[in-house]
């Protein structure tokens, strides 16, 4: 069972920042895939951002440009910049992580951090 700790979640203006961490409770060298979705009032969850294991990244059209996403192995944490808010990106962000266990998939989900960015 896998730990994910987030933190860094606040209130800011439009156009200000914020830096979102994810910490893992095991080695995440090993992990297919970490990254950040997240989820508005009144709406599904949404894909945010992703790094994989071979240190690929991906993200939602939304926040490329805006957001940076990167890892630090030796704190088993990955981090989410977010740069030129808008209010649109409030939301609860949830750190993610999809592991393989052999032919078994696991994924595992953070408590959540609020962000709201007032205009």
């Known amino acids: 069972q896998v730990q994910l700790v987030e933190s860094g979640g606040g209130l800011v203006q439009a156009g200000g920042s914020l830096r979102l961490s994810c910490t893992a409770s095991?080695?995440?060298?090993?992990?297919?895939?970490m990254g950040w979705y997240r989820q508005a009032p009144g709406k599904q969850r949404e894909f945010v951002a992703e790094i994989r294991s071979g240190s690929s990244t991906n993200y939602a059209d939304s926040v490329k440009g805006r957001f940076t996403l990167s890892r630090d192995n030796a704190k088993n944490t990955v981090y989410l910049q977010m740069n030129s808010l808008k209010p649109e990106d409030t939301a609860v962000y949830y750190c993610?992580?999809?592991?393989?266990?052999?032919?078994?998939?696991?994924?595992?989900w953070g408590q959540g951090t609020q962000v709201t960015v007032s205009s």
């Open positions: 095991e080695n995440i060298f090993s992990f297919y895939a």
């Open positions: 993610n992580v999809v592991l393989y266990q052999a032919i078994l998939r696991r994924e595992y």
